[in-house]
């Protein structure tokens, strides 16, 4: 039975809590290390007093606006090119015989960029969203839709992490991790001097033994998660991608859409190095399809494919073994790797 709607409104108030905590927990840090450090305990005139100002300002900017866009990134959904039409809709949901239904999605699964199968080597199909399922695209129960390159679903930001935000998600670790050692490694002396009564005990004691000891644990915790993410970009992994290796034709391979450490680092970040510290979008691709090193199909399927997709996909070019089949618009990017390309 589906909950009620007081039930669900309650339920995503809850969601909230984490994000309101790590609010709260920035703001208590601003405070300590503003006040109570660079106008208490350091005299505010000082040089040494601005110059920390002024980095830990620059820090927390950056820290939050990736933080910000992680959180209010709106998940990207599949498009309507991968919902049943509506004569194989009907068809489905008369059918009874799950192989039956099968052939039904594979006919129309035919026409699209889609290499990755279930585990059982059937059309991944979410009966949710009544849609075939691109590659890297999974279901989530808490946003209650079909997110394209799902990595996970993190409570700490309250929104899915996948192909909108991913690039925003490794940024806000990053930066995190940068705000944790700014302030270490700026309160550490003040830290020492306090902890040896080396300055006298005021109230500001409190607030910087408690501010070190809080950003060495988040520096620890984030750290941690940022080596991780960064290896799975390095490799071209999603974090469920990690656990289940995707299967395609051939059966499962882990590595599946690595194409090389450079390349995998160009399709999170994109190909603009100006743009990789920064959060704006600039990953590559539209989320639907990507570059895999596993698919041969051969030219006739090709032609079959651009000739069916007619609106849709309006130009290809060849270039190191690869078909790229694009739209119109550079953002609905559709890539094929295909190895005998040339003679196309
Ligand atoms: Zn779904
Ligand atoms: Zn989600």
Redesign the pocket.
């Known amino acids: 039975m589906a909950p009620s709607p007081a039930l669900r409104c309650c339920k995503r108030a809850l969601n909230w809590i984490p994000v309101l905590f790590i609010n709260l927990v920035v703001a208590w840090s601003y405070y300590a290390y503003v006040v109570e450090l660079c106008v208490y305990t350091i005299p505010i005139n000082a040089e040494r007093s601005k110059c920390y100002l002024v980095i830990f300002h620059a820090f927390l900017a950056i820290f939050i606006w990736s933080y910000w866009k992680t959180i209010w990134s709106k998940p990207a959904s599949p498009s309507i090119a991968f919902a049943l039409p509506r004569a194989e809709k009907e068809l489905y949901e008369k059918e009874q015989r799950a192989e039956m239904q099968q052939e039904i999605l594979k006919r129309v699964a035919k026409n699209l960029p889609i290499y990755t199968r279930t585990a059982g080597g059937a059309i991944r199909y ?1 009966d ?2 009544q ?1 075939i399922k691109p590659d890297r695209c999974h ?1 989530c129960s808490t946003c209650e ?2 997110v394209l390159k799902m990595d996970h679903h993190c409570p700490w930001v309250n929104n899915c992490v996948g192909f909108s935000n991913y690039k925003f998600f490794v940024l806000f670790l990053a930066y995190a991790t940068l705000y944790c050692v700014v302030i270490c490694a700026t309160v550490v002396q003040y830290f020492i001097k306090f902890w040896t009564k080396e300055l006298p005990d005021t109230h500001a004691k409190f607030h910087i033994l408690f501010l070190f000891f809080v950003a060495a644990l988040f520096f620890i915790s984030i750290v941690s998660l940022f080596s991780y993410h960064l290896w799975l970009v390095g490799k071209n992994r999603t974090t469920i991608e990690a656990f289940r290796a995707p299967v395609f034709a051939n059966g499962p391979d882990k590595n599946g859409f690595s194409l090389g450490f450079k390349r995998n680092l160009v399709e999170v970040f994109g190909d603009q190095a100006k743009n990789w510290i920064f959060p704006v979008f600039s990953s590559q691709g539209d989320g639907h399809s990507f570059v895999t090193r596993l698919v041969h199909i051969d030219p006739e399927q090709v032609n079959s494919i651009l000739q069916q997709n007619g609106k849709m996909w309006d130009r290809t070019w060849h270039h190191n073994n690869t078909v790229v089949m694009t739209t119109n618009t550079p953002q609905r990017l559709c890539r094929l790797q295909q190895s005998e390309a040339q003679g196309i």
């Open positions: 979410c949710f969203c849609l279901h839709m079909c």
